[in-house]
């Protein structure tokens, strides 16, 4: 324990380092995998066949290694940032895509009946009922994605992506097991830390749609 102290006060500034491009990959990989995901998960509801073909086809995708995957964006984008974010990009899709899908379709036919008897548009159905009333489980989509790409993101250390990965990779390579930990410890305590944001989030989400189901009741 003393040598993995006295490494980590030694190295500050590479651990550092590396933690912020680990924060800044995971980060752009998940906000892109928002952008896409969720509006694509609300379209997705409008038609159940196109549904089960795209979260399908999806689900393949995230069962490929994501070190082929990673090879594969090397050949076609290079090292760097660039291909690491594109392949994680794809890893964030499901889990938002799909949690969005689920939570609107989910929603009890009397609730969205109400609505309608009230004489809200499509719009106005999708932002006042349909949106909050799913909010949970697009927080728990967007919460599982977040988890899944903090960990693969330490696979892009081998493009030269940088982050945590190359503190684990560099410590394999020359058997120093500080060098390893140095890595490993700060990818899971930020995994752990915006599990516990975004499960916090979920609660808060969840009595809100409690309450708005009050409300339409």
Do not use: C
Request: aromatic letters at 10%; a positive charge.
């Amino acid at each position: 324990m003393y040598s993995f102290l006295s490494y980590v006060a030694n190295n500050l500034d590479d651990i550092g380092k590396a933690l912020g491009q680990h924060v800044m990959i995971s980060g752009v990989s998940v906000l892109l995998g928002i952008v896409v995901a969720f509006p694509a998960g609300i379209l997705l509801t409008k038609n159940k066949s196109l549904a089960n073909f795209v979260l399908g086809v999806f689900s393949v995708v995230n069962t490929i290694p994501s070190l082929v995957l990673l090879g594969v964006a090397m050949i076609v984008l290079g090292l760097g940032f660039v291909p690491a974010v594109a392949v994680l990009f794809l890893y964030s899709l499901l889990p938002i895509m799909r949690n969005t899908y689920t939570g609107i379709s989910n929603i009890e036919e009397k609730y969205i009946k109400a609505a309608v008897g009230m004489g809200m548009s499509k719009w106005q159905l999708l932002l006042s009922v349909q949106l909050p009333l799913a909010l949970p489980a697009i927080i728990t989509g967007v919460r599982l994605s977040s988890i899944y790409i903090i960990s693969w993101a330490t696979l892009s250390a081998f493009i030269g992506a940088g982050g945590l990965g190359d503190l684990i990779w560099s410590g394999l390579q020359s058997y120093n097991y500080n060098m390893i930990f140095a890595g490993a410890v700060p990818a899971t305590l930020l995994a752990l830390l915006v599990s516990f944001l975004l499960s916090s989030a979920e609660k808060r989400a969840t009595q809100f749609s409690r309450g708005r189901k009050e409300v339409k009741t």
